[in-house]
């Protein structure tokens, strides 16, 4: 993401400019794409399969817990449902970018909205905010440019991952925590001051639910429930 | 290159549940409107599920008896340090592995 705002003449606006400004995303895509092949090749996938895996469902924080799923054989219904509720927040990103793209084709839109992440709403949502003019060309070259960094990184970790026979010496199985310990604070980095304690007390209730339900209940059921039981005490406390 | 068909059966249904956010919007954007309530629960979901996970990963289930992975736990420290420290996702995933290796390695 460029720092500064210039005026940007309508020409200049093309699929090679989306392209540049994905750049400064890519170290995090291949890093993250690389940790999520091998996570993968380390839950039994196979390189096809983590390829395929990267190619359909394009979400690093899901294909990491679907990766976590397979691996303690939890039934198919609760990978999809978790997989649903993990991502359901993209109707967020792409309620916030989609106004901006109206004016073109529905078949467009839904190519824009298959390829939004994280990391290409932020990209575009800046330039909204900053009213730099984006258009198609753009937002393809935004998207593609982050698509195909993605597979290859994935695929190249799975093959990382098959190379080393047992990775649990290594420590890489360890790599799937390690992502959503970063995932969490980074959630919390955003978050004003005020919002902060709340969101530490949130923690403390999903860790003591985490170990209660935990006795009771297959350990994926356990996830959902405290998750849904947080995000609840989240909404009753914050007035 | 082998693609287990259950595998296959399962990643599809992910992406189809994961496409149906993402473009719903795009379709539909001049109708949609959620209850501001749905959005702020959706909004501490990822904390709540993050936090979820990372205590998943160091409960052991042994029926309705659970035990601590001492081992995880102890990893996870640094690099929830490392997390805050450098807010980098990379940096902490690194950090992470080599904690777990180390400990791996010592006891």
New interface residues.
């Given amino acids: 993401m460029s720092g500064q705002v210039k005026p940007i003449k309508e020409k200049d606006v093309t699929f090679i400019q989306g392209v540049k400004d994905c750049i400064p995303t890519l ?2 895509y291949i ?2 794409g690389i ?1 999520a092949g091998v996570v993968g090749a380390s839950s039994n ?5 983590v390829t ?2 990267s190619a ?4 690093g ?2 294909q990491f ?2 990766c ?1 799923l ?1 691996a303690s054989a939890s039934p ?1 219904s609760a ?3 978790t ?13 916030t970018v ?2 901006t ?2 004016i073109y084709s ?1 078949i467009k ?2 190519g ?3 390829l ?1 992440t994280d990391e290409t709403f932020g990209v575009a949502s800046t330039k909204i905010a900053n009213r730099q003019y984006i258009n198609d060309k753009w937002m393809n070259g935004l998207n593609v440019t982050a698509y195909v960094s993605w597979i290859i990184s994935c695929m190249l970790g799975a093959i990382f991952g098959k190379w080393i026979s047992n990775p ?22 955003h978050q004003k001051h005020s919002k902060l304690k709340l ?1 530490l007390s ?2 403390v209730y ?2 003591l639910f ?2 209660i339900l ?3 209940m ?2 994926y059921i ?2 959902l429930i ?2 849904i039981i ?3 005490i ?2 009753i406390q ?1 007035k | ?4 068909l ?10 189809i ?11 539909l ?2 109708n ?1 409107k ?1 209850p501001k ?1 749905i ?21 052991v ?1 042994e029926g ?3 035990s601590i992975d001492w081992f ?1 736990l102890a ?2 420290l640094p ?2 340090i490392v ?2 420290w450098t ?4 940096l ?2 690194i ?11 010592l006891f």
């Avoid at chain 1, 996938?45 to 399969?49: K, V």
């Avoid at chain 1, 359909?56 to 979400?59: D, F, I, P, R």
């Avoid at chain 2, 807010?87 to 990379?90: D, F, I, Y």
Wanted: glycine share 4%.
């Fill in positions: 170290i995090g890093s993250i940790a996938l196979s390189i096809a399969e395929i895996l359909l469902v394009y979400a924080a899901s817990i679907i976590a397979l198919i990978i999809i449902l997989t649903f509720i993990v991502n359901f927040r993209h109707l967020l990103l792409s309620m989609a106004p793209f109206t529905s839109n839904i824009f909205g298959i939004l649990e010496p290594f420590g890489l199985d360890f790599s799937l925590t390690a992502m959503f310990v970063a995932l969490l604070i980074l959630q919390l980095q969101y949130l923690i999903v860790v985490m170990i935990s006795m009771l297959p350990s356990a996830i405290s998750t947080g995000a609840t989240g909404v914050d | 290159m082998n693609v287990n259950t595998i296959l059966f399962i990643i599809m249904g992910c992406a549940v994961t496409i149906i956010p993402r473009i719903t919007p795009f379709i954007i001049r949609i959620l309530i959005i702020k629960w959706l909004s501490f979901i990822p904390v709540c599920i993050f936090t979820a996970l990372i205590v998943d990963s160091f409960i289930q309705s008896i659970i995880v990893a996870i690099t929830l997390a805050i807010k980098s996702l990379s902490t995933v950090v992470g592995i080599l904690s777990m290796a180390a400990i791996r390695l």
